[in-house]
């Protein structure tokens, strides 16, 4: 059975400053990961990270794919309130059938 | 715009009463899903369809109930079986081809059982 792994599972930091969440995976034929923003209701997309493809960024926000320690982690700096969400890493198998397998979530709380 | 609808937002529902929760594309996408979110449990699929008329259980599929007659459209059924039934209810599509995982999510519907 797959398995996605999040850490930490809540974090509270100051404006400015920097984190990074970190998410493990066991999968059998892993084909990709993604990480999303869940700030109230409806996750968003941030990142797909694959074997040809294992760092992303996009402004402040950059993610790492570590094949050898089956992991990934999700940076952020000089964070902003608005950071402020549920981050959610999940993991999809070639074996799946188009299925992504979800961590429990990291809740970042971002005070001004 | 295209997007994915899912209704009603709330719902309450007593106990021994079956509910259907709506989630509707217009993506045109082919794959859809069902997830259930519960604090601190992260997403769990309930039901997934990959193409009309054809559909799978996900890993807490008891209790629940669904259809896909037709591409755009998607249904989730909570039924009196499902010993606990209040949860923040989250549908997805996919384009289901081998490129992406990418998910698009609604807005949600939470159940609460009285």
């Known amino acids: 059975e797959d398995k996605v792994v999040q850490s930490p599972l809540s974090l509270v930091v100051h404006e400015g400053d920097t984190v990074t969440l970190n998410c493990s995976y066991e999968v059998t034929n892993f084909r990709s990961l993604l990480w999303y923003k869940q700030e109230k209701k409806a996750p968003t997309f941030l990142f797909m990270l694959?074997?040809?493809?294992i760092e992303k960024k996009s402004g402040r926000l950059s993610s790492i794919l570590d094949k050898k320690e089956l992991s990934s982690i999700l940076n952020i700096t000089a964070t902003q309130t608005g950071d402020s969400a549920i981050y959610l890493c999940a993991v999809e198998a070639f074996s799946s059938g188009d299925k992504l397998t979800f961590g429990t979530g990291t809740r970042l709380a971002v005070r001004p | 715009d295209g997007g994915i609808t899912q209704s009603p937002k709330y719902l309450f529902r007593k106990e021994g009463q079956n509910v259907t929760l709506s989630c509707e594309q217009n993506?045109?996408?082919?794959?859809m899903y069902w997830y259930r979110q519960d604090p601190g449990q992260g997403l769990r699929l309930i039901y997934y369809?990959?193409?009309?008329?054809?559909?799978q259980k996900g890993d807490i599929a008891e209790g629940y109930s669904v259809s896909r007659e037709k591409k755009e459209s998607f249904p989730l059924t909570v039924t009196s079986a499902q010993k606990n039934p209040t949860a923040f209810y989250l549908c997805a599509s996919a384009w289901g081809d081998t490129n992406t995982g990418e998910l698009f999510f609604g807005e949600g519907s939470r159940l609460t059982v009285l």
């Open positions: 369809s990959q193409i009309v008329n054809d559909f």
């Open positions: 694959t074997s040809s493809g």
């Open positions: 993506l045109n996408h082919d794959a």
